[in-house]
């Protein structure tokens, strides 16, 4: 079993940049894709983006396509999400997930606790 752990988040001014990172343990990411949602006040989770087991496919929603970047590193076990430009409606609780299936839907098997991520106009 996956125990995922999300870090990085914050508060910053629109246009600024955060980086989450998510941290892995109880087994090798290297076994998963995974995935990045979130949930802005009163919206149902959605997703953000996704990266196969190799890396080889990668996934964004339109709506960061072109200022987020997923990526991982599996020797350290983390999966980054780097996200610029960032936009008041970007606000939301960023979840990071680990699935055998690569995919862009919810269903994901293993997910973090969430990292909260605002910026202010």
């Known amino acids: 079993q996956v125990q995922l752990v999300e870090t990085g988040g914050g508060l910053v001014q629109a246009g600024y940049s955060l980086r989450l990172s998510c941290a892995a343990s109880g087994d090798t990411l290297r076994r998963y894709a995974l995935g990045w949602f979130r949930q802005g006040p009163g919206k149902e989770r959605e997703f953000v983006a996704a990266?196969?087991?190799?890396?080889?496919?990668?996934y964004y929603a339109d709506s960061v396509k072109g200022r987020f970047t997923i990526s991982r590193d599996n020797a350290k076990n983390t999966v980054y999400l780097q996200m610029n430009s960032l936009k008041p409606e970007d606000t939301a609780v960023y979840y990071c997930a680990a699935n055998k299936i690569f995919t862009t839907n919810n269903e994901y098997d293993y997910w973090g606790q969430g990292t909260q991520v605002t910026v202010s106009s």
């Open positions: 990266i196969s087991l190799g890396g080889a496919r990668i």
